[in-house]
């Protein structure tokens, strides 16, 4: 069983930046496609980026296109959030899928195995 702990979340103010991370205890994410997610209260759970496995391949939802940059090394997963609004407060997740078919591209939702606790984001003045 793959244990995914996100971490970097905090309070920021409008407009500032924060980077989330994402790590696996006691294993690495090598052979793991990534994707991170949000929900905030009261909504449904929102995918916000994908990395494949090795990084060919990322994907990003509208909201956080151009704001939001995910990265990879082989053992840490990385989302650096940008030009933060408060509407970006959420819990953040992050997500893995492992298979052969995920070195060119990213898991679909359904394909995500394991998943995070989350961290906490707040984007307040």
């Known amino acids: 069983q793959l244990h995914l702990v996100e971490s970097g979340g905090g309070l920021v103010q409008p407009g500032g930046s924060l980077r989330l991370s994402c790590a696996a205890s006691?294993?690495?994410?090598?052979?793991?496609?990534i994707g991170w997610f949000r929900q905030a209260p009261g909504k449904e759970r929102e995918a916000l980026s994908c990395?494949?496995?090795?990084?060919?391949s990322t994907n990003y939802a509208g909201p956080v296109k151009g704001r939001f940059t995910i990265s990879r090394d082989s053992a840490t997963v990385y989302l650096q959030m940008n030009s933060l609004k408060p509407e970006d407060t959420a819990v953040y997740f992050c997500?893995?899928?492992?298979?052969?078919?995920?070195?060119?591209?990213?898991?679909?939702?359904?394909?995500?195995?394991?998943w995070g606790q989350g961290t906490q984001v707040t984007v307040s003045s």
């Open positions: 006691g294993s690495t994410l090598d052979y793991y496609a």
């Open positions: 997500a893995a899928a492992s298979g052969m078919q995920l070195f060119r591209r990213c898991a679909t939702v359904n394909e995500y195995e394991h």
């Open positions: 990395i494949s496995i090795r990084g060919l």
